[in-house]
């Protein structure tokens, strides 16, 4: 899952897609003025010096929004792990009154940590995150960054799988 908490470079680049297909629009019209071949339109539009310099800006914005976004990887916890986990961050008795299966508080970060891999220089997964580097990112992001983060965790250990085998 990739995150990016930087809302000028997402409007960055929405901005630059809308020049580009601004450009593209101006382009076409310049190229029916010119009396431009139908089957050279194409080639015409995306050599159209608008179109050239907007989809430049657009590369530019679309590699500051990549710089921005944080990418992480989360795999399922064995079902003994997993239990374990809900086990050591269960609800207060508060939370559990309120039909939560865990406490809202403590298992987040617990999860992001115990489900967040990353390789290794060989390509080797290796355990990723600690308890503490999640909770300061759910601390620090965005409440909806914040969101998507656990929501992305939670939904990789709650997914049905259907693929027991060779049939």
Known sequence: MSVCDDDAAQLAVTDAQMKVAQARTAARTAAAGQGV???AVD?????????????????????ALADATVSLTFRALPRPAWEALLKAHAPTE????????????TFPAALLAASH????????????????DAQVLLDEWS???AKVLFTGALAVNQQ????????
């Open 37 to 39: 071949d139908d089957a």
């Open 43 to 63: 080639a015409f539009v995306e050599a159209h010096p608008q179109v050239v310099i907007a989809r430049s800006v657009l590369a530019t914005a679309e590699q």
């Open 94 to 105: 508060e939370q559990a009154d309120h039909g939560m299966q865990y406490n809202v508080e």
């Open 117 to 132: 891999v990353e390789r290794d220089e060989t390509g080797s997964e290796v355990d990723g995150m600690t308890v503490e």
């Open 143 to 145: 409440d909806s960054d």
């Open 160 to 167: 049905i799988r259907v693929d027991l085998g060779k049939g």
